[in-house]
């Protein structure tokens, strides 16, 4: 069993693949499951708070339980994806159509509205608002994580961005003469 550590989990807590993006599935319109799942883990709670992966703005909201995807939020991030948060808790949704967000804006709970089987997220991600079966990509190769089954995902905060190396100050500039010379030495070695 897989577990991976990431720093923009949609839960800030651990929680578990109960279903990957891409398996076959007839209950979708696209024939294959265009999101993935995630349900809590340990000592996780039963209706978490939902993060976003990515910061970005929200796009639309969706507050009824229906249709299929239930309440969602959907946020369109820097770099010209689509996110949409699927099965919210009716009532949970923080958020509006306008407002920025960062990973650490909390969009609403986890929930099981809409057309499921047992409350967990249901994370779609787009390269378009449409939604259409060509236009899906993994989410998990934006998170970094395995698309398997039952692998754990733990939540650990940003870390200090990395200090970047000092730099060299002395360094002597060498004139063209200089290298020239050296050149001519080397080859006057080799030839010796
Ligand atoms: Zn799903």
Avoid at 71 to 94: F, K, N, P, T
Wanted: with cysteine; charged share 15%.
């Amino acid at each position: 069993m897989a577990e991976v550590t990431i720093n923009n989990s949609p839960v800030h807590s651990d929680i578990i693949i109960t279903y990957p993006y891409g398996v076959a599935d007839s209950g979708y319109s696209c024939g294959w499951h265009t999101g993935v799942d995630f349900a809590p883990h340990g000592e996780t709670e039963n209706n978490p708070l939902i993060y976003p992966v990515k910061e970005g703005e929200v796009v639309y909201v969706n507050l009824t339980t229906t249709p299929a995807l239930g309440v969602q939020v959907q946020i369109l991030d820097d770099e010209g994806h689509y996110w949409r948060y699927c099965h919210m808790v009716a009532g949970s949704v923080q958020v509006s159509v306008g407002d920025t967000v960062t990973t650490q804006t909390p969009l609403g709970r986890m929930g099981d509205t809409g057309n499921v089987t047992g409350r967990h997220l249901h994370l779609e991600c787009s390269t378009t608002q449409a939604w259409q079966c060509s236009t899906f990509v993994n989410p998990c190769d934006i998170l970094g994580i395995p698309n398997v089954d039952n692998t754990i995902i733990h939540y650990e905060d940003s870390p200090e961005p990395p200090i970047p190396p000092t730099p060299v100050t002395n360094i002597v500039k060498k004139f063209p003469w200089q290298i020239l010379t050296r050149n001519i030495r080397k080859k006057r070695r080799n030839y010796g």
